[in-house]
């Protein structure tokens, strides 16, 4: 009897090993924060999606990423590899992500700073001060829309998408997966090239499996734009100085108009002015309004009001802000 319930627990004992041995890879083991080392090319680099320049494959390649919804203990079930290297005007970012699921991608519209969480897309978030509390986010889909905005407070609000600056992407499709290549240019960010470790991480959102992965694991209850989660993007020299940031938004308007009562002839007018924004140093900008324009703006959202209340729109004049 006493061999029988030995043999029993052994045999209980050996399938408990084996139940965990096989479902361990499933979960996600505790590891370190990850870094990537990026270092500097002196070859030219064509933004077209295609990476067939030979620095690609030559340097590393941030992958494993980790799911964040719908479950923030897994490893992601779809492939993501990145990688990232920089030259004297530019940071470069390439991203090939893999789509185990046939059909279409799912894009909610193509205009310019879409919903993140209603597109299919890939994202990069930089903090470039590494102070977990500022940072800024370039996203774009399979489509090839681009989307940007700043991060403030750490990121638990997401992203503010009021932020507009020039960048540079391509995006081509193929059978399984999609190609991803950013270059943007150092003048379009703040940072103080002192600073060799900057905070970044990546994202993924994948909603033909319902699936938002990261390359630094980000937990289920926090924003994936949260600056607190990042991993570290070490440089291998201290990056080059931006240089002048100079921003010119001129502006012309025409308009004509006659009064039919009084059979006049009508009346031409014009005007014109421009704004002007300078960055003097990484944290001070020089804004300057000649004759101000206080018309509509053209990214206005148009709210039809049934209600008693009345409706608040942020500030998206330049001159006011």
């Known amino acids: 009897m006493l061999k029988v319930l030995i043999k029993s627990l052994v045999m209980m004992a050996l399938l408990i090993i084996c139940f965990f041995t096989e479902a361990a890879p499933a979960f996600k083991p505790v590891r370190k924060k990850p870094f990537y080392l990026i270092t500097r090319t002196d070859k030219p680099i064509k ?39 920089y030259d004297e005007k530019y940071i470069y970012i390439s991203a090939v992500c893999s789509d185990k ?30 102070d977990k509390q500022n940072g800024f986010n370039f996203t774009i889909t399979p489509l090839g829309v681009q989307r940007e905005g700043i991060i403030t407070n750490g990121g638990q609000g ?21 190609v991803v290549e950013m270059a943007i240019p150092f003048k379009s960010i703040r940072y103080n090239n002192q600073v060799k470790v900057w905070g970044i991480n990546f994202s993924r ?10 390359w630094s694991p980000v937990p289920k209850n926090f924003n994936v734009a949260s600056l607190v989660f990042t991993g570290d993007l070490i440089w291998s020299e201290p990056p080059p100085k931006a240089g002048a940031n100079i921003v010119a938004i001129p502006f012309l308007r025409g308009d004509y108009s006659r009064k039919n009562s009084e059979r006049l002839p009508g009346k031409y007018g014009y005007d014109f002015g421009a704004d002007f924004k300078i960055g003097v140093t990484s944290a001070l900008n020089l804004d300057i309004t000649v004759n101000p324009d206080f018309s509509q703006v053209e990214v206005d959202e148009q709210v039809v009001n049934l209600d008693r209340f009345e ?11």
Do not use: H
């Open 47 to 85: 933004v077209d999606g295609m990476l067939t320049e030979e620095i690609w494959g030559e340097i590393q390649t941030a992958d494993s990423f980790s799911e964040t919804y719908p479950f923030d203990t897994l490893y992601a079930p779809i492939k993501t590899e990145v990688k990232m290297t």
């Open 205 to 214: 959102q994948d909603l033909q499996q319902n699936i938002n992965s990261t």
């Open 311 to 321: 409706i608040l729109f942020p500030e998206k004049r330049n001159f006011f802000q």
């Open 158 to 178: 997401g992203v503010t998408t009021s932020w507009d600056n020039k960048w540079f992407s391509s995006v081509r499709t193929y059978e399984g997966y999609y």
């Open 101 to 130: 699921k046939p059909g279409k991608y799912i894009a909610q519209s193509l205009k310019r700073d879409f919903s993140y969480p209603r597109n299919d897309a890939f994202g990069v978030y930089i903090c470039t001060q590494n």
